[in-house]
């Protein structure tokens, strides 16, 4: 679960500051190397692992793009879900999205188009078939070397198939939400009766991904953090590449026959690799992990996870105790973790702006047992400093002794 605790993230609970997020500028302006997203924070922490020496290498090599356009190439047959913080499915939504490149070498570009399918008037009472719906089209922002150092600071893992990366905005999700729940009766209003829309102004958008270790199939998370650093909503696409995908895949909560919980507990062992963002030297660590999670007479949750890297041969060991309630674990720390259906979980703090505040780094994270897999999982952590840059994003691949 939730274990990961890279040296210098918090660990323990502390005295709550009121802290004011501020959003980075819009997705289509420069930013400044260093953007704080707090009115009143302090230097980030001085530990190697937050605040590690800075160079002026390159996250993200002209190969490495050229491979992450590669993964993400082709038709995507799918389906959004919006979840609040508890894990409660909120709505669902039928989604495509094709994705092609233009442009050689260091202009090489991802272009995506999104296409929503849309809900119908209430007052037309006839359900429309597939062929028959209408199918709104949202244009995403190109990735280029450009965009993927500056504004996404994408981490990515080729080998593993898995990345991780930013948005300055929530617009995309909330034309989803528009679209594919409201549709034909949208009529612009800023909060919509029975429709949770993100914030205009969310200080953080975090998107992880991890594709399916065997098929054509990933799951893309998204944590939507408030002005505040609350987390707002969760919002995951299940997507299944190829043209000739009649039925999109989803998450089916109805057929769900025990907690939640049970799929991540036991002992896992496995390795981690973690690539730093290109504002700190894009630095490879590797190391080999053990995570255990248990639930003790008490019905609290134990979870110990020990990892020990390879090249400086030193180990570390955290432990977090927390209690469950429903599909939501708080941990003791300040952290909390959203059980979803599907052996998928989402963590995150309970109030980023308090660790902001406190001159403390903080991460989300995006797990996956898949139900044909209950022995392996993965899972990928993406790291923040104070000032929001990602520090790093860290990818496990686990399997259950």
Request: proline share 4%; charged share 25%.
């Amino acid at each position: 679960m939730a274990a990961f605790c890279p040296i210098g993230a918090f660990c323990s609970s502390s005295n709550s500051v009121n802290s004011v997020f501020i959003n980075p500028k819009p997705y289509r302006r420069a930013i400044p190397h260093k953007t704080s997203l707090l009115t009143n924070a302090t230097s980030p922490s001085s530990t190697s692992y937050n605040n590690p020496q800075k160079t002026n290498q390159e996250s993200m090599s002209i190969d490495a793009l050229k491979r992450f356009i590669r993964l993400n190439l082709g038709n995507w047959t799918g389906s959004f879900h919006q979840f609040d913080s508890t894990g409660k499915l909120m709505h669902k939504v039928d989604t495509r999205l094709s994705a092609g490149s233009y442009g050689e070498d260091e202009l090489i570009s991802l272009i995506q188009t999104l296409y929503i399918k849309q809900s119908s008037s209430s007052s037309y009472s006839a359900s429309k078939t597939d062929h028959e719906a209408e199918w709104a089209e949202y244009k995403i922002k190109e990735t280029n070397m450009f965009t993927a150092e500056k504004y996404q600071q994408i981490g990515f893992f080729p080998q593993e198939k898995a990345f991780a990366l930013r948005y300055q905005t929530a617009g995309m999700l909330e034309t989803v939400l528009r679209e594919g729940v409201l549709g034909e009766d949208d009529i612009g209003e800023a909060s919509p009766k029975n429709l949770k829309l993100p914030s205009k102004l969310p200080s953080i958008v975090c998107e992880n991904c991890l594709y399916s270790l065997d098929k054509d199939l990933r799951a893309r998370a998204f944590h939507i953090m408030d002005p505040k650093g609350i987390v707002e909503m969760l919002i995951l696409f299940l997507e299944q590449k190829g043209v000739g995908v009649v039925t999109p895949p989803f998450l089916d909560d109805s057929k769900e026959k025990e907690n939640r919980i049970n799929q991540h507990l036991g002992t896992w062992k496995g390795h981690s690799v973690t690539k730093r963002s290109g504002v700190y030297g894009a630095t490879d660590a590797e190391a080999d992990t053990v995570t255990s999670l248990e639930i003790d007479d008490k019905g609290q949750l134990i979870q110990d996870q020990t990892s020990t890297y390879k090249d400086k041969n030193v180990s570390t060991n955290v432990r977090w105790t927390g209690k469950m309630s429903g599909n939501l674990v708080k941990y003791d720390g300040g952290y909390q973790i959203t059980l979803l259906p599907g052996g998928m979980y989402m963590g995150c703090p309970c109030d980023v702006g308090k660790q902001v505040g406190e001159a403390k780094s903080f991460h989300l994270e995006f797990c996956w047992v898949e139900p044909k897999s209950p022995t392996k999982r993965q899972r990928l952590v993406r790291t923040y400093d104070i000032d929001g840059l990602a520090v790093s994003s860290t990818y496990f691949l686990e399997t259950k002794m």
